[in-house]
């Protein structure tokens, strides 16, 4: 296998698009194209990672579409549809396409536009990825099911309402850092849960999730270009190192598990990662994890070895995720502040990684960042991606 | 003949006798506070200032809702509509929303608009919510008719509170079949969706005093811009 380094990092802002799906990919894509460098060079392949084109904006055969509006042709295209995971699943594709050598520059796009709809109609778009018999047919959505996990979550591992709202402060902090995330606006303590006038400004969504603890719905996209890491000194681009992708699948229906709070894909997955990239979670500097609900990003933190089970919350409130701590998580904003267009969140998270390595994140890099970690967590768990990336000097 | 005043007299519709809205502060998401008050008169042109910019700009349908609460202000500042009152939201006295409506007698609101000029912090809903809190509790309105002209609109009154169906009655906006909201219903949301604290502290209502305008315009203009390609 053949190392493989990434190239070109862009992304749109995300929030409301006013163009359309394959536009809103043009405009992370071309950029991407261009910080890559390559000059006269054409890409061999084009990966797109999208989940509710057909369903959302009539728009399927995406990655065909994308190709002939940037005229890519003749490279070769395709679409991957894996729900949320569907970014990070794109991504390893295009990965396996480089190290086989059956391409030697891939572009991977991730592009949703759910704003299309109503947010009811986004909400039962993104629940028709639950179990269509166990699920589904009884009203579940993802909020729902993050509320059931959520109360679990609290009372085996004491985990408080206000451990979750410090997760959304943080990352609404850090997305004020972040010209690119959906939600720019600084919120409190106060103001989303201590004050008496908090429970209209953060009424409950699902019990015990309050709205700020559940990521808007945004439109957006996200692009990278991968190439051989040989291909890439010659381009003299920045290496940043695909050092371990791990991939990881559990039962559709969460009530299948022997326990519910254990995010045994999340855990498999990055053990995988850290394993192919031979590091360990000590060794990371910064990493994205899939926060579409606040309990995410504790729960993952633990799952993925940066605490012991149960711990999450206590790093936390010692201030280790924030910013200036010594792992920080979601300097983006994750999916909680800076949106979450599903098909693309999981390139964004490295795309937001790539800059962290190359010291490109303005006012939100972390300092002397060199290898990285992002968690892209499909369905409610049941399919996990992630990916260790390392800056090569 | 007629002198202006007499002309004057004739032109300008009675008045209803309206208690003032008390103001009231409440905490937002991001831990400013938010004073609700009523204006006067003379706060009108600082208002339409304000408003003017939103004029063109067709996202989330600000350029209808601000045209006509434009020209809702100027009736209201030249005596040309009946009982309308207009509360604004300041935080750090910076304009953040206005919203109006008059009372269609003695029984029955009839609500106008709400713009918010800060957005990602609930303003329009809780100063709609003060606007309903204000023709229920303090004039005594059983009911208050009210239309949205935007989804988001639509989704904070309708859904949120709910409101019921009253299609029978064309609204003033257009003659938009009305919904509404009886004061059952506005007593049985109030929990969820009626915030703020009275009295509003001296040294805090003072800081709301004088109406200043936000130091950012609207990103774009887009019906603007197309006029003039």
């Known amino acids: 296998m053949r190392d493989v380094a990434i190239i070109g990092a862009a992304m749109t802002r995300f929030g409301r698009a006013e163009v359309s799906l394959v536009d809103l990919m043009c405009l992370s894509a071309l950029p991407a194209l261009q910080d890559a460098g390559l000059g006269d060079r054409r890409v061999d392949a084009v990966v797109v990672a999208n989940m509710g084109g057909a369903r959302i904006n009539r728009q399927t055969a995406v990655a065909s579409a994308l190709v002939d509006r940037l005229s890519l042709y003749p490279a ?16 390893k594709v295009g990965f396996q396409a480089i190290a086989s050598g059956m391409a030697d520059l891939v572009l991977v796009t991730g592009g ?53 709202a410090m997760v959304a402060v943080k990352n609404h902090e850090n997305a ?167 098909g693309a969140t999981g390139v964004a998270q490295l795309v937001e990684l790539v800059w962290q390595l190359r010291g490109e994140a303005g006012e939100r890099q972390v300092a002397g960042a060199k290898n990285a970690f992002a968690c892209n967590f499909g369905g409610f768990g049941n399919n996990v991606v992630a990916t260790v990336l390392v800056r090569e000097d | ?81 009946r009982d309308e009152y207009c509360l604004v939201g300041l935080i750090d006295g910076v304009l953040a929303g206005i919203v109006n409506g008059r009372a269609d007698g003695p029984d029955r609101g009839m609500s106008y608009h709400t713009l918010s000029l800060r ?12 606007k309903m809190e204000y023709h229920v509790e303090f004039l005594g309105e059983k009911e208050v008719l009210i239309v949205a002209e935007s989804p988001i609109g639509f989704r904070r009154w309708m859904i949120e509170y709910p409101l019921e169906k009253k299609f029978e009655v064309s609204h003033e906006l257009g003659g938009v079949p009305s919904w509404v909201l009886t004061s059952k219903t506005y007593f049985a949301a109030k929990p969820r969706l009626v915030a703020g604290r009275r009295p509003v502290p001296g040294a805090l209502l003072e800081t709301a005093k004088i109406i200043k305008l936000p130091e950012t315009k609207p990103d774009k203009a887009p019906a603007a811009e197309r006029r003039s390609r």
């Open chain 1, 176 to 342: 004020l850092k972040n010209p690119f995330a959906h939600i720019q606006q600084r919120i409190t303590m106060e103001g989303i849960l201590f004050s008496p006038d908090a429970v209209v400004n953060n009424p409950l969504v699902a019990d015990p999730l309050r709205m700020f603890d559940c990521c808007p719905v945004s439109d957006g996209s996200a692009s990278l270009v991968l190439a051989s890491v040989d291909l890439a000194k010659k381009l003299g681009r920045p290496i940043v190192k695909v050092a371990g992708i791990g991939q990881a699948t559990d039962t559709h229906a969460v009530q299948e598990r022997k326990d519910p709070t254990d995010l045994l894909a999340v855990r498999q997955a990055a053990e995988k990662a850290f394993g192919r990239a031979k590091l360990a979670p000590k060794d990371i500097h910064v990493a994205e994890l899939h926060d579409a609900f606040t309990i995410l990003e504790i729960a993952e933190s633990e799952e993925a070895g940066f605490f012991p089970k149960g711990k999450g919350a206590k790093a936390l409130e010692k201030g280790t995720t924030s910013l200036s701590g010594k792992l920080p998580i979601n300097p983006s904003g994750g999916l909680k502040a800076k949106g979450h267009p599903v």
């Open chain 1, 76 to 91: 070769a295209a395709e679409t991957v549809e894996n729900g949320p995971a569907s970014g990070s699943s794109a991504f």
């Open chain 2, 119 to 130: 957005r990602g912090l609930r303003v329009g809903a809780h100063l709609f919510a003060a």
């Open chain 2, 1 to 81: 003949m007629s002198d202006g005043s007499e002309l004057e007299g004739l032109l300008r519709p009675p008045a209803l006798e309206m208690p003032p809205y008390p103001p009231k502060a409440i905490t937002l998401a991001s831990g400013e506070e938010m004073v609700v008050r009523q204006i006067v008169r003379e706060e009108v042109p600082t208002l339409l200032e304000a408003i003017a910019p939103f004029l063109w700009v067709e996202r989330d349908f600000y350029d209808i809702v601000s045209a006509r609460l434009f020209a809702e202000l100027l009736a209201f500042k030249r005596y040309r509509v």
């Open chain 1, 112 to 164: 949703e536009k759910m704003r299309a709809v109503d947010n009811l109609e986004a909400t039962d778009f993104v629940a028709s990825l639950s179990h269509p018999e166990a699920e589904y047919i009884y009203g579940v959505t993802l909020p729902s099911l993050a509320g059931l996990f959520t109360r679990l979550y609290m009372e085996r591992y004491g985990v408080t309402a206000e451990h979750l």
